[in-house]
């Protein structure tokens, strides 16, 4: 065939590809949700963000969530979720992400658990106008780096989790002379590594760090570094490992009774304790990144939340499950509260900003309340607490909760500040 | 090589899109930009490929452009897009000197892994900078050109306009080059470097050369990518990032400087594509298509165009 | 003292899964001059049948001890499933391409495959705990080691050993070298290369899923675990030498031991490890340390 005809042809067929879908209903509030839906993080916090987003949109717009959340969709507009894989480089994210707003014409955007993707795609939604709200990223950055009118976090940074681990140590440890860190070394781990250790050397300004170790994300085989740990004279060990380097570390680590030796506070560790419980002694510390999972409050959100989502999918929520689903309500929140004020009709997107900044509203995990930087980070408390196998069931006893002032920087405060400056209120 | 029409192809369907583009969406202008900037890199990448060697590791260079761009933002405040796709090509280009006196020396896998050792190093040195914000990267000023900041409107096509000028600028060059007797030498030292040294051509200088001038439309291609996306991040240096170049190198084919820009807007388009139809198996989507081109079309994308030629 | 034998005990345990983990490339690129991407997956997909099998069989009450079996056994079906069905289904048709197309070929089948497992196993993490804890621990001083390592050891080793003395010393070991050294004069000699090709890659491909298999004890099997062993296995056998298996377990040894030496005594550089002796290698031995000898045609 012609060449020059094939190439028309598909060049008529690239133009076809591209070419925007068709406008949707116009009642409709069209939501973009962005989460891991292939690689590594897919298991522990994509795959079970986006099932929770799935139920709970479809419970809302049937109206079956508990008040005040019980009207349908978005103040009677029913929520069209459009999901995409947060897979790939940044630059494939920040491409996606404009498709979303500019192709797909999304009303708002709720995702992202990478914080490398959050940093990137804040100013790009500052520069399409885009209402975006980040559910789980944890990096204090966004906020402390710039300020945006069009971007929202609904859940605390994970400055709080570094925090919330020293204070509990504190706690088990009065008399802590050594600790050691395991963290993967990217900026999650290093900042988590880099909060704690600045936190607990607060609390205890004479303790040492006899190792920190670093090994790459996603290394798998820990058996030098679980040595390494065994022969430091660390009392505590740090570690904000997630996912499947978490598991891999839990099942390499206890046939050689490191976590008996040695007391390890596992800061994400409530994705992998139901799983792995004969594994784990009893007094391993165990964090959830915020009141979430085992650390939720009996409150009727959860009430029913976590049945519904366990019914569904065989498992029960974890704290990325959780963080999803409070964005939702979150943002469900805002805009009846923004509708209410525009006389019952659907409300401008700049009026949903305006009613999110500073908003107050509870979920399944509790209350958050969107208090710092100019009302656009959501702060709530934590809680952490020691694994206990009872009747072979996994628990957690000896919990402490800590209120949001006390793990979180007060609004205009950088995290690293706060911290280095004795938690000032 | 068919000299003779690429210059005027080239340069008409870059003055088309220029042309074109206040007509077209946003998104679609951003898509174009990043891949012609990343276009540029695979234009190196041919070269390369024509005296044999494939480098695992262009995204070395890449991340020194993306890296110099942002932080002559960051440290020094200057955010013109010309002066930041200088630095960016000049600081790969330097890196390029130095490193090729190294890598000259190698030839066939083992080139490839030595540039896919070199680029990781580079990611790791980069995730241990606190500095550069490790993982997460940092934002890049917004860009200027001569000083202005465009509307928020425009700026896309600003930067598409920019982009296609330097491509057409690179493209043309580059042909140039190619015609030189030091261009000429690349198909040489791949089929017999013994012969090429016996004629007295320096075969070793010849890919010195071409690894330079690879490197640098690298670094142009990455402060590009950097000012358009608006965030660098040491991912940039990763060897998956070589492995999409090299994926787009081949699906565009060797046979013209047109081809590398052609692969790219084909690649990312398909990519977009599949991530939107198909979120669960985008992945699987983008390996058949790639099998797919390799089956049917063994010289690329570019082969389509060029059948009609072969007598 | 304590750390020292630690070290060692590590870096040796370490290099005997990345001996196991590489050993499948470095037959495969050895005798067909392939750099199979692929082998990532095939690591990945003996993990998960593996992983799924075993724990299906222990789940309906079989005897752990057996599960050493299930691992071997599994492994071996997925490469003789696998391995034929790429190189027969696929690259047989394209021997006659590029080496880096052929590697492209490989890397287009590593993104199906990563889908395609996703599509079977979820993206839930799998693991079985049993094997690896059922052999009991061994003490080396203060420290606590399970048994289970020397199973990866033992197999390292066997294959470290087993594998060039079957070149050597087997009728078909001495013809595969014939076909190393050159496919075209072999062909013309009568040997049956393209069966030949067939069995390495099988092999190769079983080699693959055993490192994968024998890994799943220790680990949780997810998404993206072939990803990683790519790049190491990479690295290992180019310090050793492509094509070189003595080359490639004396590669695995020196990452190995480097590495754990880092990890106990400067931890902040154990990022930069494997890479840095990759290239150091490379500076000075520009082929790896045991590169098979080329001649060179003229």
Redesign the interface.
């Known amino acids: 065939m ?3 005809r ?2 028309l042809i ?1 060049a008529a067929l ?1 133009a076809a ?2 070419a ?1 879908p068709a406008a949707s209903a116009q009642d409709a509030v069209k939501l973009g949700i962005v989460a891991f ?2 690689g590594p993080a897919a298991g522990p916090f994509g795959v079970p963000a986006r099932n929770a987003a799935e139920i709970v949109i479809e419970q809302v717009n049937n109206g079956k969530a508990p008040k005040p959340y019980q009207e349908k969709g978005f103040g009677g507009a029913k929520i069209e979720p459009v ?3 947060e ?6 994210q ?3 992400f ?2 979303l ?4 014409n999304v009303d708002l955007v709720i995702g992202y658990i990478s ?2 993707n959050c ?2 795609i ?3 939604a500052e ?2 106008k885009k209402l975006t709200v980040f559910f789980d990223c944890g ?1 204090p ?1 966004i906020f402390e ?2 300020a945006y009118k069009y971007v929202f976090r609904t859940s605390p940074t994970a400055t709080m989790d570094s925090v919330g681990a020293a204070l509990y140590v504190q706690t088990l440890k009065p008399g802590l002379k050594t600790v050691a860190g395991l963290n993967q ?4 781990g ?1 900042d988590s590594w ?1 909060d704690f250790q600045a936190a607990i050397k607060q609390l205890f300004p004479k303790v040492e760090v006899s190792t920190s170790q670093m090994p790459k ?1 996603f290394a798998g085989q820990y058996g030098a570094e679980i040595s390494a740990l065994l022969t430091s004279s660390a009392e505590v060990i740090h570690t904000s490992f997630w996912g499947g380097d978490l598991e891999a570390f839990i099942l390499q680590a206890a046939p050689r009774e490191l976590m008996q030796q040695k007391t390890i506070v596992f800061t994400t560790g409530e994705t992998a304790m139901y799983r792995l419980a004969k594994q784990i002694p009893d007094g391993t510390v165990i964090g959830a990144r915020g009141p979430f999972g085992a650390f939720a409050p009996d409150n009727e959100y959860n009430r029913w939340f976590a049945p519904a989502f366990k019914d569904r999918y065989g498992a029960p929520p974890n704290y990325a499950s959780y963080q999803m689903a409070q964005a939702i309500l979150g943002v469900k929140a805002a805009w009846e509260k923004a509708q209410a004020a525009n006389g019952g009709k659907r409300p401008a997107i700049d009026q949903v900003i305006a009613a999110l900044e500073h908003v107050e509203f509870t979920g399944p995990g509790g209350a958050v309340r969107m208090a710092i930087a100019k009302g656009h980070q959501a702060i709530m408390e934590t809680a952490y607490g020691q694994t206990k196998l009872v009747n072979g069931q996994m628990t957690v006893t000896n919990v402490k909760r800590y209120p949001a002032e006390q793990v979180n920087p007060p609004d205009g405060v950088k995290s690293v500040d706060w911290i280095n400056s004795g938690f000032k209120k | 090589m068919s000299r003779d029409r690429t210059v005027p192809i080239l340069v008409a369907a870059l003055a088309a899109a220029a042309a074109l583009g206040p007509l077209l ?4 202008l ?2 174009l930009t ?1 891949a012609l900037s990343k276009g540029l890199v695979i234009l190196g990448l041919v070269l390369c ?1 024509r005296a044999g060697l ?1 480098s695992f590791g262009q995204a070395l260079y890449f991340c020194i452009g993306g890296y110099a761009g942002g932080a002559l933002g960051r440290f020094w405040h200057v955010s013109d897009v010309l002066l930041v796709m200088l630095a960016g090509m000049t600081a790969a280009g330097l890196a390029a000197l130095a490193l090729g006196f ?1 890598m000259a ?2 030839r066939g ?2 080139f490839g ?2 540039s ?3 680029s ?2 580079l990611y ?2 980069l ?2 900078t ?1 500095a550069f ?7 890049v000023l ?1 860009f200027t050109l001569f000083g202005i900041r465009p509307a ?1 409107a425009w ?1 896309r096509y600003v930067l598409l306009v920019v982009v296609c000028t330097v491509v057409a600028v690179a493209a043309i060059a580059v042909n140039r080059f190619l015609a030189t007797p030091l261009g000429q030498l690349a198909p040489a030292i791949k089929d ?1 470097e ?2 090429v040294e016996y004629m007295g051509a320096s075969a070793r200088y010849a890919i010195h050369v071409n690894y330079v001038v690879a490197g640098a439309l690298a670094g142009l291609g990455g402060a590009f ?1 950097a000012a358009a ?3 660098i ?1 040491p ?2 240096a990763y ?3 070589s ?1 999409e170049f ?2 787009v190198t ?1 699906l565009g084919g060797t046979g013209s400087v047109i081809a590398p820009f052609l692969g790219a ?2 690649f ?6 599949a ?2 139809l198909s ?6 989507v ?3 298509a ?2 797919l081109v ?2 049917f079309l ?1 010289n690329g994308l570019w082969s ?5 030629q072969r007598a | 003292m304590d750390q020292l034998v630690a070290v060692t005990a590590d870096g040796v345990i370490y290099s005997a899964w990345l001996f196991l983990a590489a050993v499948g490339l470095t037959l495969i690129y050895g005798v067909m001059k392939i ?1 199979n991407v692929t082998h990532g997956s095939i690591y990945a997909l003996g993990a998960y049948a593996a992983a799924s099998l075993t724990g299906a069989l222990l789940a309906r009450g079989m005897a752990p001890a057996l599960s050493y079996l299930v691992l071997a056994g599994s492994a071996v079906l997925v490469g003789l499933v696998v391995g034929p069905l790429i190189e027969r289904g ?1 690259l047989r ?2 021997y006659a ?1 590029d ?3 052929i590697m ?2 490989t ?6 495959f ?3 497992i ?2 079977v196993w979820g993206t839930d993490p799998y693991f079985i705990a049993e094997p690896y804890g059922l052999l009991g621990s061994i003490h080396l001083g203060r420290l606590i080691y399970p048994t289970y390592n020397l199973i990866l050891i033992g197999i390292a080793l066997a294959t470290a050993a087993g594998l060039p003395l079957v070149l050597a010393r087997t009728r078909v070991g001495k013809l595969l070298v014939t076909v190393i050294h050159d496919p075209e004069i072999s062909r013309a000699m009568g040997i049956n290369v393209g069966r030949f090709y067939l069995v390495t890659f099988t092999l190769g491909s079983m080699l693959a899923a055993i490192g994968g298999a024998f890994t799943a004890p220790t680990i949780s099997v997810v998404p993206g675990i072939g ?1 990683e062993v790519i ?1 190491l296995s ?2 290992v056998v ?1 310090i050793g030498g ?1 094509g070189s298996l003595s080359g490639a377990a004396l590669g695995a040894l020196i990452v190995g031991l480097v590495r754990s030496a880092t990890i106990h005594y400067a931890p ?1 550089f154990e ?2 490890v494997i ?2 002796v ?2 150091l290698v ?2 000075f031995r ?3 340390l045991f590169s098979a000898a080329e001649a ?1 045609k ?1």
Do not use: C
């Open positions: 012609d060449p020059y094939t190439g598909a690239a590809a591209l925007p839906l292939s999901v995409i894989d897979a790939g480089s940044t630059t494939v920040v491409t996606e404009r498709n707003a500019q192709r797909a914080s490398g940093l990137a804040a100013p790009v520069e399409l990096t950055r780096d710039a070394n990217y900026a999650w290093q880099g994300l | 969406p946003d998104w679609m951003f898509l990043i490929l494939v190294l020396k190698y896998i083992f892994l030595l896919l050792a070199l990781m190093i790791g040195l995730v241990k606190e914000g490790s993982t997460d990267g940092f934002n917004p928020e700026v017999n013994i012969r990518v996306v608006g965030h991040d991912e940039m060897w998956t990032t492995g090299i994926f081949i807007i084909m990312y388009a398909v990519q977009s594509f991530f939107d979120p669960n198996t985008w992945q699987m983008l390996g058949t790639l099998l390799i089956v063994p389509v165009f060029t059948r009609r | 750099v696929l048709f394209m391409k080496e880096v197309v492209l070929i890397y287009a089948l590593f993104l199906i990563e889908d395609l996703k599509l990803v790049v990479f690295a180019v492509l902040q990022l930069f890479y840095s990759m290239a490379l500076t520009p082929r790896g060179r003229i």
